[in-house]
């Protein structure tokens, strides 16, 4: 099978094999090899011939490609979405969004290109400064699962905008969106060599994140995986690493009123995708007494009745599976050792079927766990956290090393003025769901879920570099020399 796009041409990865299944069902969905490291190095040389010839375009002509783009989306938007939900398990309906959201990304990411990256000029002394911007050269990005299309997308569609050319590799769990992504790049009209896929595993990411041809790397995936890369882009200040990476999201609810509106805004926090979006509640800090009991004791009730099902069934659910059998039972055993470790399980998640990755919403209460483990459980796992009063909820918050998202249910103001002050993420809502970030903003994190190069509406600043220009036409010597120089 032709499981690369190099130069332009379809062609088989040499690498090892590997295959991307439906998380529900175990139906085989894609097969092939993944690229070698000397699939890499022609397809690093490929995106080097093609980036002059794209730079060179005029901005106009890149985004006539890209808006084709978003058309051939549309008009394949239900394919794409039925692609999407085969593969990670995500429902229709949810898919669906996904691909309205990677239509929307090119006027989004045109809007950003003019405002941060644009060209600005104005008169300076008896010159013109003018601030421009150009394309770092050959960029490779790196996406995750969860989000297959939207995410690399995100990188992808600013990238190729602001001039450069593209090496994608994308997650070795979902190789077929990948792979009908590029095609509909292809369909769009996009010149050979400016973006090529290169399927693969691990092993391909690490001859792609090693090769010395690129430029930089724009990864989206977990912690770990942006470390290593951090770690190995030390001492390398002429490339160009944006990591995008996960979190321990602390959700604070406060006794608010609408008991009921916390509930739901808690379960699309927690539970959408199954809980397999970077910005999804981790930790839920609820007040210790009688009013966090009665939230809780409704938060279960209503959780307990959460559709759960494979993404086509029909009434839609409202949790999709995750994304493999490996991850589901990934989740279990840490669900497991926690309640060994004193966690009490106040839903417990479970997996009714053993060959499908479906599992249900659960909610347990590590308030006794000591030495809790601050890791990610990137799945439709709670930890409830009780707290004594405002200050060690907020405190309790922070006590994380990531920093992506947090939010505060409140009907205080003042309470949450002092959340946004003392909380330290680059998401901070109040009476919002965590989820659900908008293009339109910058998305990003702090400590360890980010290294400080904002994506989304921010995503601009890091796929091109400001030139800036003092221009005049007439070379002429000023009217005033500088002390000590003499003309004559
Ligand atoms: N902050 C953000 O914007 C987002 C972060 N995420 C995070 O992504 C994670 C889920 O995605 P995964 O696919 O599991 O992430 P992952 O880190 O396992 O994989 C991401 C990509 O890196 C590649 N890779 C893995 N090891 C590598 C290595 N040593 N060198 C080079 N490449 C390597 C993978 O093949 C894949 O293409 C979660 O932690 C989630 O929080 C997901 C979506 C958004
Ligand atoms: O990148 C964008 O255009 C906006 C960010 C976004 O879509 N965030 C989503 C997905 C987060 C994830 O991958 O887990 C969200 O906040 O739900």
Not at 112 to 135: F, M, Q, W
Not at 441 to 465: E, I, K, L, Q, T
Request: a negative charge; proline letters at 6%.
């Amino acid at each position: 099978m032709n499981s690369l796009y190099i130069a332009g041409c379809w062609l088989a990865g040499q690498g090892e094999p590997f295959e991307s299944r439906n998380p529900v069902t175990q139906q085989v969905l894609w097969a092939g090899n993944g690229a070698t490291v000397e699939q890499v190095e022609s397809a690093v040389q490929a995106a080097r011939q093609a980036f002059p010839a794209w730079a060179k375009r005029s901005l106009e002509e890149r985004i006539g490609v890209l808006e084709t783009f978003a058309t051939t989306l549309k008009s394949r938007a239900d394919e794409i979405a039925r692609c999407i939900g085969e593969e990670t398990g995500k429902p229709l309906w949810e898919s669906a969004t996904e691909v309205t959201s990677m239509a929307n990304k090119i006027a989004i990411s045109v809007q950003s290109y003019r405002e941060r990256t644009g060209e600005k000029s104005g008169p300076l002394g008896d010159a013109t400064a003018v601030l421009r911007h150009k394309p770092h050269g050959v960029v490779a990005v790196f996406g995750p699962y969860n989000f297959p299309g939207h995410l690399p997308n995100g990188h992808i569609v600013p990238a190729l905008l602001a001039g450069n050319t593209v090496l994608f590799k994308p997650s070795e769990l979902t190789p077929k969106v990948a792979e009908l992504t590029v095609q509909c790049w292809i369909d769009a009209g996009l010149p050979a060599g400016v973006l090529n896929l290169l399927q693969g595993a691990r092993e391909t990411g690490i001859a792609l994140a090693a090769n010395p041809g690129i430029d930089g790397l724009f990864f989206t995936g977990s912690s770990r995986t942006g470390n290593h890369l951090h770690q190995q882009f030390s001492g390398r200040p002429d490339k160009i690493l944006a990591l995008e990476m996960g979190g321990n999201n602390p959700l604070v609810v406060d006794e608010v009123a609408d008991v009921d509106a916390a509930v739901y805004t808690i379960i699309q926090s927690a539970f959408i995708s199954a809980g397999q979006r970077c910005t999804c509640a981790r930790r839920l800090l609820v007040p210790e007494g009688a009013w966090g009991d009665a939230l809780l004791a409704r938060l279960v009730a209503v959780s307990s009745t959460i559709e759960v099902g494979a993404f086509d069934q029909q009434p839609p659910p409202f949790m999709g599976s995750v994304i493999s059998l490996g991850a589901a039972k990934a989740l279990m055993d840490a669900q497991e050792l926690l309640l060994a470790n004193g966690a009490v399980a106040l839903l417990e998640m479970t997996q009714p079927q053993a060959q499908a990755a479906l599992l249900t919403p659960g909610i347990i209460d590590v308030t006794a766990v000591t030495d809790r483990a601050d890791e990610e459980l990137f799945g439709p796992l709670l930890q409830v956290i009780r707290y004594a009063d405002f200050a060690a909820a907020i405190a309790e918050a922070n006590n994380t090393q990531y920093g992506l998202a947090a939010g505060l249910l409140s009907d205080s103001e003042a309470r949450y003025q002092q959340f946004w002050l003392e909380s330290r993420a680059g998401i901070v809502n109040w009476n919002k769901q965590l989820t659900g970030a908008a293009s339109t903003a910058p998305f990003g994190g702090v400590g360890a879920s980010g290294n400080h190069r904002a994506s989304a509406y921010y995503a601009a600043d890091y796929c091109a570099y400001p030139v800036a220009s003092l221009e005049t036409p007439n070379l002429v010597v000023p009217a005033t020399l500088t002390p000590g120089v003499r003309l004559s």
